[in-house]
Every structure is written in C-alpha cells, then in structure tokens.
DNA sequence: TTATAAAAGGACCCCGTTGTCCTTTTATAA
DNA sequence: TTATAAAAGGACAACGGGGTCCTTTTATAA
C-alpha cells in the first residue's frame, strides 16, 4: 500500500515525537536504530522530512530532529502526500487509466470504497495521535520499547 | 495495492473470458493490444496462468487462450494469489513484522479494516461476474470496445 | 509431410526504489 | 578558537519488478 520509505517516515516521526516529550532531540542514529531501518536511508529521509518541513533538525554538537511546537499535529496524510504523492488515492484498482465515476472498470465502485476509507483513515489520524497510543501503552513501534 | 502484473492478468482474463463467450479463443497479441499491455510481458503473464491451471491454452495454429467450461468461477483472490502471493493481505499498514492483534502498531485497527474489506471483495469477485458487467455494458475494460 | 502459426521457455536488460559512502556545512563544548 | 559532533548533500551501488528478444515446441492447414 506505501512505500518502504513513507513507511520509515512514518515511524521515524513518531519516535522523534515520542522522545521530544520526553525532552531529547533524537539523531538520526537513535533514530534509524529505533525504527529498525537503515542509518544512512533514515538520513535521507529525514531529510526529505525536514526540507519540506514536517520536522525540524538542529546541525553541530546536540543536534537532533524535533518538532517545532507552534506547529499544528501532523496527519499521516501529510506524511504520504510528501514522501510519496497521493497517486494511491486515485488509481483504478484494475489499473486503467480511463476509470471513473462515469466510465468504470467492474471493479470500481468495491474499489473506490476501500481506498476511500483509507484516504479518511490517513486524513484523520495523526503522528502525534499514533504516538499518544504508544505512550499508554496501546500500541508498539517495534518489538522493543513500547 | 497490486502489482502492475496482476492488473494485466485480471484485464487479460477478462478479455478471454467474453471472447470465449463469443465462440472465440484470443492470441496473445489479440489480448495485449486489448488490454494495453506490452505484448511480450502479457505473454510472461499469461503463461504463468496456465502454468497454474487457471487457464487454458492451445499450441500450434489456431491456438490461443480460454476457459475450460468444467471449471467454476474464478475469483479475483485466486488471480491474485498466484501472481504476487497473498502477502498483502497480511502486511502491516506500518511496515512492522511484529504486529498482529495482540501486538498491534498504532494503525493496527483501521488499516486491518481496510485490508479485509478488500480482502472480502477480491474472493467474491470473480473474472466471470466483472466479464458479465462488461458485456452488459455497465462497464469498461479500456476506452475501447466496452 | 511440410510450411506456418501459435504458445512455452530461457536469457537477458532497464529503471525506479532502496540503500551506501564520502564530503561539506554548521553548531557547540572544551 | 579549535576539536568534535551532528545534519545536509551529492554521487554512486544493488536489487527487484517490469519488460524484451530469440529459440524451441507443438499443432494444424495446405
């Protein structure tokens, strides 16, 4: 459904907001570590992250990735929208170029329901909602911290 | 959601599905142009249908593809399965290898809502019933023939 | 019984996504 | 004011899905 990275971006976001509430500015090598995925990929990505500014990052000694806290709450579809277009949300589940609402493929209307619920689902939730559920415990991010 | 090659198959079934209805048993090539599919990768696709018994072919002159009349319906599940697996019924929408139900990630609940729901339409549907729409004319398989 | 038309199959290529590495920039602590 | 620790950035490598091409097998029509 996402890609690898967007999945990444997706962890990768709510670890840095989990650790901003605890007060630390995460590197990308905590980073990478926690979310189980490739340091120098999870740098680019972070990257990618904060040149569209989703996140902000501090260079030198202390640095780290963090939210700016003026900023609003974060929406999975934000995340999606930046790292991998929203191309997901409109293609014909049978692949045809031409499907619509005016010319469906036979697929389309089952179709459209499910990548409908998914848009709103992205729309909705948000990183720092996703990270609040880790933080009670409700959820995990890995196998590990919880 | 699915691979570029299963599309192909599902659209290439279709089309042997109302040519057989109408007396005919189509060639790979008659099937590509159809289903705007480069013809050599359609052939790849096709073979591995018939490898897997989900469709009938015929060598030498004369021959092309078809639906062996004794067999049931086919759902899309079946199509699916053999082309890319069924991974993507069981994915995590996070990307953890961890997450089930007793272990979820914070998506864990709406994304697996989402992913049965398609879960459910693709073994319902089958190549027969999409095939029948077409020929109804209530729906399209390209911007073509209708 | 041979020329032809078709699918089957093997070997290979291409390209985007994923992933690495090394250098540059920037900030801070000592 | 310098050594160090961090992100930024550019160039490149690897892998897999998508795609091509050519040869082999098989059937049929002439």
Chains 1, 2 share one sequence.
Request: hydrophobic residues 35%.
């Amino acid at each position: 459904m996402l890609a690898k990275s967007t999945e990444y971006a997706i962890r990768a976001l709510v670890f840095v907001q989990l650790r901003n509430w605890e007060g630390k500015r995460p590197g990308v090598v905590e980073i990478a570590k926690e979310i189980e995925a490739p340091p120098a990929f999870s740098a680019k990505i972070l990257q990618t992250l904060t040149r569209h500014r989703l996140l902000d990052s501090a260079k030198g000694r202390g640095g780290g990735f963090f939210f700016n806290n003026e900023q609003n709450e974060l929406t999975l579809y934000q995340v999606i929208h930046v790292m991998e277009g929203d191309a997901c949300f409109h293609r014909c589940g049978f692949g045809l170029k031409s499907c619509n609402n005016d010319n469906p493929c036979p697929l389309h209307e089952q179709y459209k329901e499910v990548r409908d619920k998914f848009f709103e689902i992205v729309q909705e939730e948000t990183i720092q909602a996703l990270s609040e559920k880790i933080r009670k415990g409700e959820a995990v991010l890995n196998r590990g911290i919880g």
